[in-house]
């Protein structure tokens, strides 16, 4: 077996398998993508969204499987997730750069978004304020069209703040692991930046939100990368 292919909310995804063979996932009319490179020791291996109405997975040996997914792609675009059908704008294109850099790892098969300074690595040139202000613009723009998004956020937030808000580390003791007082002269400077090194980051449901709706896909990855190779040296 090469690899597996999944539907996960309404995405085709593919993993390989092999811990000796690379997969592809080719789009026409794309340029070639990185292959999805091959599995070590206990990895599960490396998944990626499909991303295409239609592409081919390409293994070795002359292994093709070509996928049609069973969606249309619109002006907008329906997120199912919450109790209500709603509706959500596609991403402004002075923020499509950043919402794919933002989006790729997620595309990648990872479950976490980019960093700040991923972000700012892969689009060549921004300061991280202005990475900042253009990440909280993209939240600001699907939290306000989708308040029960908003809400999931602040409730992740405010658990985040109760788990995280013990400043010692656990001690195990007859057994039963628990959790010390916090010695008297703990920074709490330091136990600010513990939490936050720890918490997921703010605009985690919103680039979930992003790639599982589509309105985020390989092809912006592809054309990221076009337009690094299109600068001048």
């Given at each position: 077996?090469?690899?597996?292919?999944?539907?996960?909310?309404?995405?085709?995804?593919?993993?390989?398998?092999?811990?000796?063979?690379?997969?592809?996932?080719?789009?026409?009319?794309?340029?070639?993508?990185?292959?999805?490179?091959?599995?070590?020791?206990?990895?599960?291996?490396?998944?990626?969204?499909?991303?295409?109405?239609?592409?081919?997975?390409?293994?070795?040996?002359?292994?093709?499987?070509?996928?049609?997914?069973?969606?249309?792609?619109?002006?907008?675009?329906?997120?199912?997730?919450?109790?209500?059908?709603?509706?959500?704008?596609?991403?402004?294109?002075?923020?499509?750069?950043?919402?794919?850099?933002?989006?790729?790892?997620?595309?990648?098969?990872?479950?976490?978004?980019?960093?700040?300074?991923?972000?700012?690595?892969?689009?060549?040139?921004?300061?991280?304020?202005?990475?900042?202000?253009l990440i909280e613009r993209l939240c600001r723009l699907y939290e306000n069209e989708s308040p029960e998004l908003a809400a999931r956020a602040a409730a992740r937030?405010?658990?985040?703040?109760?788990?995280?808000?013990?400043?010692?580390?656990?001690?195990?003791?007859?057994?039963?692991?628990?959790?010390?007082?916090?010695?008297?002269?703990?920074?709490?400077?330091?136990?600010?930046?513990?939490?936050?090194?720890?918490?997921?980051?703010?605009?985690?449901?919103?680039?979930?939100?992003?790639v599982r709706r589509r309105l985020i896909t390989s092809a912006d990855i592809a054309a990221l990368s076009d337009s690094r190779n299109e600068r001048p040296a």
């Open positions: 077996m090469a690899g597996e292919i999944w539907r996960e909310r309404d995405e085709l995804w593919v993993r390989n398998l092999s811990f000796s063979h690379e997969l592809w996932i080719d789009v026409p009319g794309q340029p070639p993508g990185e292959p999805m490179g091959v599995r070590h020791g206990h990895h599960p291996g490396f998944a990626r969204a499909v991303g295409a109405e239609l592409a081919s997975l390409r293994g070795p040996r002359g292994c093709l499987l070509v996928c049609q997914q069973n969606w249309q792609a619109t002006d907008t675009a329906i997120d199912h997730t919450t109790a209500t059908t709603l509706r959500v704008s596609p991403v402004p294109a002075d923020l499509r750069p950043v919402a794919a850099a933002l989006c790729e790892p997620l595309l990648d098969g990872g479950r976490l978004p980019a960093a700040y300074s991923e972000i700012i690595r892969r689009l060549g040139g921004p300061t991280l304020r202005q990475v900042r202000n937030r405010r658990r985040q703040e109760d788990e995280l808000a013990v400043g010692a580390e656990p001690v195990l003791r007859a057994g039963v692991w628990v959790f010390p007082a916090a010695a008297q002269d703990s920074d709490e400077a330091s136990q600010r930046i513990r939490r936050k090194a720890l918490a997921l980051p703010d605009y985690y449901e919103v680039a979930h939100l992003l």
